[in-house]
């Protein structure tokens, strides 16, 4: 069932269901996609359903970080080297890092207040929410999720909470970045010595530039996939509410608003 045909008798709509993804509109609080956007460009974008841009901005951040040396530059000057920052620092594409970084975190906020004002017209237009599409690359489906098994699963493998919960492109996108970062930060190699206590050759085989990419990717897609369970959640009582109202309520029950965009 497509959604737009669905919805061809309302002005906006808050869910679209594809056949890869679930994408929900929600209120949310402007700071939280913005400070996300703060720590890594493009995962502000990625909480709020905006995942071309989110993408795009995460693929920007790693090129010129990565040709700028700032992790590596970042680390010294934690270090107290200031004089080894200072050599790796490529001043040409540093440069060219602030506008985007800052226009990252400025958008997030913006998106996230207008986000938040179509949500609640939609909520007024009482869209229909599509809950099942079978497709013949997927089936894709809305369902109660416990939000600690995305957890779990994001500290196992990075991605797969994100599987788990019907948002294949996002968890495919994070599962392959954080199997290019372990290749170029040489992480499993790192982990191996310290299994065996080789503490020396973990840091002669870890390359700082790319292992400080993974605590923000890692941290990032724990939050994700509970935040977007619980969510889903929402939606998922959402839409039975509108099918027991539309199925069993009384045409003549009127339903204050202020209630029913709990439900």
């Not at 359903?49 to 970042?74: C, D, K, Q, R, S």
């Not at 894709?140 to 994001?154: D, F, G, Q, T």
């Not at 392959?176 to 206590?197: K, R």
């Not at 935040?227 to 959402?238: A, G, I, P």
């Amino acid at each position: 069932m497509d959604n737009q045909k669905v919805n061809e008798h309302v002005r906006r709509y808050n869910s679209y269901m594809g056949n890869f993804n679930v994408n929900y509109n929600f209120l949310i609080n402007p700071w939280i996609p913005t400070m996300w956007s703060f720590i890594f460009p493009g995962f502000g974008h990625i909480l709020l359903g905006m995942f071309i841009e989110g993408y795009l901005l995460i693929i920007w951040e790693v090129i010129v970080n990565t040709n700028a040396h700032l992790n590596e530059a970042m680390l010294y000057s934690f270090t107290g080297k200031f004089e080894l920052a200072k050599k790796v620092l490529n001043i040409k594409w540093a440069l060219l890092y602030i506008a985007v970084y800052v226009f990252a975190a400025w958008d997030s906020y913006r998106s996230s207040c207008d986000t938040n004002k179509l949500y609640i017209l939609a909520e007024k237009e009482n869209a229909t929410i599509v809950p099942y599409k079978l497709s013949a690359s997927s089936i894709v489906y809305l369902e109660k999720y416990e939000p600690r098994n995305s957890i779990i699963w994001s500290i196992l493998m990075p991605g797969l909470g994100q599987f788990l919960i019907h948002r294949i492109p996002t968890g495919f996108f994070i599962l392959a970045w954080w199997l290019v970062l372990c290749y170029f930060s040489n992480l499993p190699l790192a982990t191996y010595y310290t299994m065996i206590g080789s503490f020396s050759k973990v840091f002669s085989v870890l390359r700082p530039q790319w292992f400080l990419y993974m605590p923000s990717l890692y941290m990032f897609s724990m939050y994700d996939s509970y935040f977007f369970s619980v969510e889903l959640n929402k939606l998922f009582k959402l839409e039975q509410a509108q099918f027991f109202r539309k199925e069993f309520q009384n045409a003549q029950f009127k339903l204050p608003w202020k209630n029913r965009k709990w439900y």
